[in-house]
């Protein structure tokens, strides 16, 4: 496999191989590019069909001949150009052809010559009109009478003719436009800037937290032979093996008799003794020579003093793991969050209970829930990729030993 | 023996701690407080026998008495083995006095709202965002020039830098403090700082400190004729207490409270909070099967308090099966059809693709570091982000469906889009599919670091052999993998079971929904414990899938003592 | 005072046998001793306790007087070189030197001066700003040993220093570490499996083996005098050739029997190891140094104090040719070890060499005359491996 083949065949197989690694890349990227896509979209732009990746924009146009204002510019079926909508609520008929009775011809209603032959559709009789399309005479039938807009083309001189057409068939004309205040306004106006700076604060707390007692704790287990160090190091081996939902109910429990429910507290403290970083600082521990710190125990060096000189400048690459991971944890913990902060007052919120309750079922701005959704994921993405070193040396080990 | 000591100078620590006295007279003063801490342990033991406060539980109140037993014990044995200078004496006095001097730090804190001061702080930060970016920069430059200093010590110029480094943190702090505006704070600490308790609470923290600073010092070591072992377990435990403090306190004792908890018919709501036994876990488990004459039969045929699960047309008879917690039984079944569809899903591409990408390919690394991606994003952004791809009208995936159906004649798109999450039949399915989207990456690295234990000689061996990639796929990565295979299935399991995030922002039109085909356990869980405040049968729904989290874990634990470390060292 | 004592010293692990069993031992103020034995012979172990790392199961250890046994390392006045040489790897040469001064919170200009004095002495004064990486392997031990002197110590301990160092560098070291300890008049333990270095560094050298000391005695008189087999046998390169031999005592001439060789010992020997004279039909085990035979030409002595041996090997060493041979006798072992478990050769005979003088060129499977100095030779007890004195 090492080997660098030649040939058409290995080229074959390499090409294969890359289309499919990169159809996959895609299936894992695409979502988050239609994210971001999202998040810069209006929100009557998002509910279009077909989806887009392009955030678009309807454009405007300001005529004080036509006594137009930021009127919207729209494109007509079967006409070309730009049209404005200078009136509405005209008189339109909707006229459709016998031979195909799918195209839509939208006239005045004086445009069509009553003739007096019918015609049966759908188990109807209708009576044929006559109508000119593009300077030749069509026969149709009227499907019904309704009002339309009467269009103006933008485009022509000012005498070119206005058009009638069904409200409804005109589509606004959709440019390239990307909305960026959808994040000034989801900080600002859905208090996410608030669950932002708790998510930060919780995580930095949870974070440091996390080292201090896992670099003490994996100190001890690795490095002083107590007694009863084995005893109490299996007791947190055995915690790893209790999932988070047995602990959910009593640590509620607790928080209640502290007085912790509904505080950011709650979020920080319980979760800074970690079993997983004890083990983690303990194996880098027992990964350092020995005789480095009996080197400094006999230069006279207390065991606090060894720690914190000599073991934990050594230890700095798996303190970052640590610090990756717990931050990973902390950043992106939504259950217990859920559980803890459950007054709903939006100054506790943090990023992912904010976000889940803007894009719960009632949602609406959906490009501002998204704008959020990126704001939230863009962090532990950047830590990921500058932390990747660790991660993929650590991912293997985290689960056990 | 005191004697002889004590007429030795008294050593430097010891003058800082109590002056112009011996160690004698610090001993005896450190055997009086002991006499007061049993006394006051007895006090405590009085008064957790006459409150009868209503929200302290039986179990809570037996508890208070036996610490306060414990801890009247702890002082005597101190007292009298510090006064008679035996070796054990120092060690009891010690553990005695730090454990007291920790309840009373922070309880003292606690006093203080130390504690729930944190969540003004996330008001203080909010305020002072910019002071408090200026501090990260600052302590990211003094980072980054450490590094840089670190591989070359002798250039001025990185420690220059460090230097400035620093200056612009203290600069930012010093902003933040004034933007963060801490006088609320503040005086909200002077207004607590003067109450009883805490002043009590406080002095007794210093008495322990000192008592346990005393205590520490060598030189008394020597008088109770330490030796190296005692100092080691000593100091061990004193490194690792912050540690195990906390997870005793926020782990250990918890997760025992929960299991006394699930014996309990424990309501939130109203006082009854009466022991009965397992009756919670006999009506989470509770099945009943009857037959039936006619298909479609009800509640009618099963016992009282029993749901209909579910009927069964079994060789021409027709059964019901009934629950009497039918949501839970529910959760189960469609747990099971998750882990079913969801953990092959997450984890026969990632074994594909490790394969692959442990090839020396080039860009191996890029295509790793963008698989891991969804696993790393955050859970309620990703179920967002799918939430609008699955959307019946305007989603990309029934966009994308369409699209297919249109260029490749044998996909038979649907006219209406698919209802994806609103759909009894698939909003399951759905919820599949982003588990497996965001963790096959995950098991993909997983995977690569099994690969790196397969020896390089085997393939070459097997390419000697003219074995083919596909044979050598199958006849030498998968078996050499099997053990880190054991292992991904096992953690993908674990993690599944407890399916939870995904769905609370994904199911409609409630979690659990429609009509609870996407109901999880853990869902079923939260609801019992705070939407009903079920919290004794919420516990008991917890131990119960530990129980079956436990087959999994159990299983790896068992496999890893037989020495197959699942490639993963 | 810095005189290190022990007295009735030892060492037990859990549930294992004593690593060091009741060592008793007085090292002078200013000696340098050096702990020689095979692996496993509690020497690291021995040092270990007296530097603080390893508790002590049973007895007194004194540095200076006082009692030392629950004192931790840094309270005990000595400094360590080991090894694996336990740089700290993130600090530079300068931080690594003065570690301990920093912790001892001594005064910072002093420090300085003395980093650099120190730093001078070893020659190391142009790398004081670089880390432990960038140095060499020498310069590394150079570290090391500057870390340890820069405290001025009581005692040096060293753990096999220079076992990391390749031949050459290993022989420079050596004299310097000699004159270092000379010059510093610091007492040193020096641990170490190679007994060249023990021979050549040590006032006196402390043989131990499974954990009992065998013998304290000048390197000059461990060779010349082994208190027992396995001294005899671990002192001197190639060692002494051990062969089992049958006793018959004449009057005061006493002649030895093995393979099929007699050979009559001189009156010295006798003089030497009167214990001879008990013996008469019983085995013994006859240790004759390398250097104790000579072609029968070379040197003028008794015809039955000359063999005729086959040459297996012979390898030229340039002033002198190692003649390797076998004779058909049992192989000596040691309570029940064999000497050189590595050596197969030993299963079905004892492999002898010899020591010749280089101007004679022997070939491969020559068979040759060997004279045996005898009056040089050792006589050991086979059941307790004392020496027939």
Redesign the interface.
């Known amino acids: 496999m090492s080997v660098k083949r030649k040939g058409p065949r290995a080229t074959a197989v390499r090409v294969a191989t890359y289309a499919l690694l990169i159809t996959v890349a895609i299936i894992v990227l695409f979502p988050f590019v239609v994210a971001v896509s999202t998040s810069l979209k209006r929100n009557t732009d998002i509910f279009t069909y077909p989806p887009s990746l392009v955030p678009r924009t309807v454009t405007t146009v300001t005529d004080p001949d036509l006594g137009l204002e930021n009127a919207t510019v729209y494109e007509l079926p079967g006409s070309d150009g730009q049209f404005a909508l200078v009136e509405s609520d005209v008189p339109v008929a909707e006229f459709r052809r016998i031979d195909d009775p799918e195209v839509i011809i939208a006239l005045p209603p004086d445009q069509g010559v009553e003739t007096d032959r019918t015609t049966v559709v759908d188990g109807d009789e209708e009576t044929i009109y006559l109508v000119e399309v593009d300077g030749s005479e069509v026969e149709v039938f009227r499907a019904r009478l309704t009002v339309g807009g009467l269009f103006q083309p933008l485009d022509g001189e000012g005498d070119s003719e206005s058009v009638v057409e069904l409200v409804n068939l005109a589509t606004p004309e959709r440019v390239f436009g990307p909305r960026f205040e959808n994040f000034s306004q989801v900080v600002t106006e859905k208090n996410l800037g608030r669950s932002l700076t708790n998510t930060v604060l919780v995580t930095i707390a949870v974070v440091v937290g996390q080292i201090v007692t896992s670099v003490l704790g994996g100190y001890a287990f690795a490095r002083i032979d107590f007694r009863g160090r084995d005893r109490l190091f299996l007791l947190y081996l055995g915690s790893v093996m209790i999932p988070f939902v047995v602990l959910i109910i009593p640590l509620f429990q607790l928080m209640l008799q502290l007085g912790w429910t509904d505080n950011l507290v709650a979020l920080i403290i319980p979760f800074v003794f970690t079993a997983y970083g004890t083990f983690l600082m303990r194996q880098f521990f027992l990964g350092i020579p020995k005789e480095i710190e009996e080197a400094a125990l006999i230069d006279g060096a207390s065991r606090a003093t060894t720690l914190w000189k000599v073991m934990v400048p050594l230890a700095r690459p798996a303190i970052a793991t640590l610090a990756t991971f717990g931050f990973l944890y902390a950043w992106n913990s939504f259950f217990w969050p859920l559980v803890i902060i459950n007054s709903g007052n939006p100054d506790n919120g943090l990023l992912t209970l904010t976000l889940a309750t803007l894009g719960g079922r009632s949602s609406t701005d959906t490009n501002l829930v998204f704008a959020g959704a990126v704001l939230a994921m863009t962090p532990p993405i950047l830590v990921f990729l500058f932390a990747q070193r660790y991660f993929v040396e650590n991912s293997a080990s985290s689960g056990l030993k | 023996m005191v004697d002889s000591i004590s007429t030795e100078p008294a050593p430097v620590a010891l003058d800082a701690e109590q002056p112009n006295s011996g160690p004698a007279q610090g001993l005896r003063l450190v055997v009086g407080w002991h006499v007061a801490g049993a006394a006051a342990s007895v006090a405590m033991m009085l008064l957790a026998n006459r409150s009868g406060d209503e929200e302290l539980p039986a179990t809570i109140g037996v508890f208070l008495r036996v610490f306060a037993a414990a801890s009247f014990a702890a002082h005597v044995a101190a007292a009298v083995g510090v006064s008679q200078r035996r070796r054990w004496g120092r060690t009891v006095s010690l553990v005695v006095s730090y454990l007291v001097f920790v309840v009373a730090a922070v309880a003292a804190v606690h006093q203080l709202g130390g504690f729930t001061a944190i969540g003004s702080l996330g008001e203080g930060l909010s305020k002072a965002v910019v002071p408090f970016i200026v501090v990260a920069v600052g302590l990211l430059w003094v980072l980054v020039a450490g590094q840089i200093g670190a591989s070359r010590p002798a250039a001025p110029g990185p420690r220059q830098l460090r230097r400035a480094g620093w200056v612009v943190t203290g600069i930012g702090s010093a902003w933040f403090v004034v933007a963060a505006d801490p006088t609320g704070m503040l005086s909200a600490f002077f207004e607590r700082i003067v109450q009883p308790v805490t002043i009590a609470t406080l002095v007794l923290a210093l008495v322990a400190f000192a008592a346990t600073r005393f205590m520490w010092n060598r030189e008394i070591g020597r008088i109770f004729g330490t030796t190296a072992s005692v100092e080691r377990t000593l100091t061990g435990l004193a490194f690792l207490s912050p540690n195990l403090l906390g997870f005793l306190f926020f782990f250990a004792g918890p997760v025992l409270f929960s299991l006394v908890v699930s014996f309990y018919d424990w309501k939130t709501t109203g006082t009854g909070r009466s022991f009965i036994g397992i009756d919670n876990y006999v009506e989470a488990l509770s099945l009943d099967f009857a037959s039936a004459s006619a298909p479609g039969a009800g509640v009618e045929v099963l016992k009282a308090n029993y749901q209909v699960l579910m009927h069964l047309d079994w060789f021409g008879q027709n059964w019901v099966i009934g629950a009497r917690d039918v949501t839970f039984w529910l959760s189960l079944r469609n747990i099971v059809v998750f882990l079913a569809l969801a953990v092959p899903l997450s984890v026969l591409p990632a074994l594909g693709l490790s394969s692959i990408l442990a090839s020396q390919l080039r860009g191996m690394k890029i295509f790793r570091a963008v698989y891991f991606i969804p696993s790393v994003a955050g859970v309620i952004g990703v179920a967002i982000i799918w939430g609008q791809l699955f959307q019946s009208t305007v989603g990309w995936i029934n966009y994308l469906i369409k699209r297919a159906g249109d260029l490749l004649p044998f996909v038979d798109a649907p006219d209406q889009g698919q209802a994806w999450l609103s759909s009894n039949s698939t909003a399951l399915l759905a919820m599949v599919i982003v588990f497996a989207w965001m963790s096959f990456g995950f098991n993909t690295v997983l995977y690569l670091a099994g690969h790196q234990a397969i020896p390089k000689e085997l393939y070459e061996a097997a390419e000697i052999d003219g074995a083919r990639a596909w044979k050598i796929f199958r006849r030498i990565t998968v078996p050499q993998l099997r053990n880190t295979t054991f292992y991904v299935l096992i953690t993908t399991s674990i993690l599944a079971l407890q399916l939870f995030d995904i769905v609370w922002i994904l199911s409609t039109p409630q979690p659990g929904g429609p009509d609870n085909a996407t109901m999880t356990p853990v869902i079923a869980l939260y609801n019992e414990a705070f939407k009903d405040n079920n919290r004794g049968y919420a516990s008991a729904l917890a131990w119960v899938l530990f129980a079956i989290i436990f087959v999994f874990t159990f299983a790896q634990f068992r496999r890893d003592r037989e020495g197959a470390t699942g490639g993963i060292a | 005072m810095s005189a290190v004592s022990f007295s009735g010293v030892s060492k037990r692990y859990k549930d294992g046998p004593k690593a060091v069993d009741a060592l008793d031992l007085d090292i002078a103020d200013g000696e340098f001793m050096v702990f020689v034995g095979p692996s496993g012979c509690g020497k690291s172990t021995a040092l270990r306790m007296l530097?603080?790392?390893e508790?002590i199961t049973d007895g007194e250890l004194r540095i200076g007087g006082r009692v030392v046994?629950?004192l931790?390392?840094?309270?005990r006045d000595?400094?360590?070189v080991?090894?694996?040489y336990?740089?700290?790897?993130?600090m530079?040469v300068r931080e690594n030197i003065g570690?301990?001064l920093e912790?001892?919170k001594v005064d910072k200009k002093e420090a300085k001066q003395k980093i650099e004095d120190a730093a001078e002495l070893l020659g190391l004064t142009e790398y004081l700003?670089?880390?432990p990486k960038a140095l060499s392997g020498g310069q590394r031990q150079r570290v090391a040993m500057g870390?340890a002197i820069v405290?001025s110590p009581q005692v040096f301990l060293m753990d096999e220093p220079l076992s990391n160092l390749d031949a050459k560098l290993r022989v420079q070291m050596r004299s310097d570490i000699i004159q270092l300890q000379a010059r510093l008049g610091t007492t040193m333990v020096y641990v170490t499996h190679d007994q060249v270095e023990a021979m050549t560094m040590g006032h006196r050298v402390a043989v131990l083996r499974s954990g009992i000391l065998q013998q304290v005695a000048p390197p000059q008189q461990l060779y010349l005098e082994p208190a027992n087999l396995f001294v005899a046998s671990f002192i001197g390169s190639p060692s002494m050739n051990l062969i089992t031999s049958e006793v018959s005592v004449d009057g005061d001439v006493v002649t030895l029997s093995f393979d099929d060789h007699r050979v009559r010992l001189a009156s010295g020997a006798v003089e030497r190891y009167p214990g001879l004279l008990d013996r008469h039909g019983s085995e013994i085990i006859f240790g004759m140094r390398p250097e104790h035979f000579a072609l029968a030409g070379d040197i003028d002595v008794l015809d039955e104090q000359i063999i005729d041996v086959d040459v297996e090997l012979a390898e030229a060493m340039g002033a002198e040719v190692h003649v390797h041979s076998t004779l058909d006798v049992p192989p000596v072992s040691i309570d029940g070890e064999m000497l050189d478990p590595d050596d197969d050769s030993l299963a079905d005979g004892t492999r002898i060499i010899a020591r010749i003088d280089g101007i004679h060129v022997v070939a491969m499977g020559e068979r040759i005359r060997l004279a045996l100095k005898t009056h040089l030779a050792h006589f050991f007890d086979p059941a307790d491996g004392r020496p027939l004195r």
């Open positions: 530097a603080g790392l508790e046994n629950d931790p390392p840094g309270d000595i400094a360590m080991f090894q694996n336990a740089l700290y790897p993130h530079t570690f301990a912790v001892a700003d670089r880390l870390r405290r």
